[in-house]
């Protein structure tokens, strides 16, 4: 394999690397009910979020202030009494194992040599 190959196929397993774990998964939120209503839930500002309401409506929106009683977004306001089920969208925070990314990364790393020495056939194909 020349050089060029093998930069292709650094380049390509650098590039699979970077987007495996720069991922953004939604997180599901535990919610707190106690005698008041639902507590305060572990969101921040600047996260986006997906909210399920009791009516069934689902909003999705960033946070722009947590207040004591509700989420606030742009031109969107959720009290806690109103979620049903409520998802944060968290980067880096995958359930993938390192051993199925590495795995993957392997494997595109595969195909790249495979592809790039041409399929290991040098015969004339007669």
Same mark, same amino acid.
């Given at each position: 394999? *020349?050089?060029?190959?093998?930069?292709? +196929?650094?380049?390509?397993?650098?590039?699979?690397?970077?987007?495996?774990? %720069?991922?953004?998964?939604?997180?599901?939120? *535990?919610?707190?009910?106690?005698?008041?209503?639902? /507590?305060?839930?572990?969101?921040?500002? %600047?996260? $986006?979020?997906?909210?399920?309401?009791?009516? &069934?409506?689902?909003?999705?929106?960033?946070?722009? =202030?947590? /207040? *004591?009683?509700?989420? @606030?977004?742009? @031109?969107?306001?959720?009290?806690?009494?109103?979620?049903?089920?409520?998802?944060?969208?968290?980067?880096?925070?995958?359930?993938?194992?390192? &051993?199925?990314?590495?795995?993957?990364? =392997? +494997?595109?790393?595969?195909?790249?040599?495979?592809?790039?020495?041409?399929? %290991? $056939? *040098? &015969?004339? %194909?007669?």
């Amino acid at each position: 394999m *020349n050089k060029s190959r093998w930069q292709r +196929a650094i380049t390509l397993v650098v590039v699979t690397t970077f987007l495996a774990s %720069g991922c953004a998964t939604l997180q599901p939120v *535990n919610l707190t009910h106690s005698a008041q209503g639902i /507590e305060r839930p572990d969101v921040k500002v %600047g996260e $986006s979020v997906v909210v399920k309401t009791t009516k &069934g409506d689902t909003k999705k929106f960033t946070v722009t =202030a947590v /207040e *004591n009683d509700a989420l @606030d977004g742009k @031109d969107v306001r959720v009290p806690y009494a109103d979620i049903s089920s409520l998802e944060v969208r968290r980067e880096g925070e995958h359930k993938v194992r390192p &051993g199925v990314v590495i795995g993957v990364i =392997a +494997a595109v790393a595969a195909v790249a040599v495979l592809v790039g020495s041409g399929g %290991g $056939s *040098n &015969g004339s %194909g007669y």
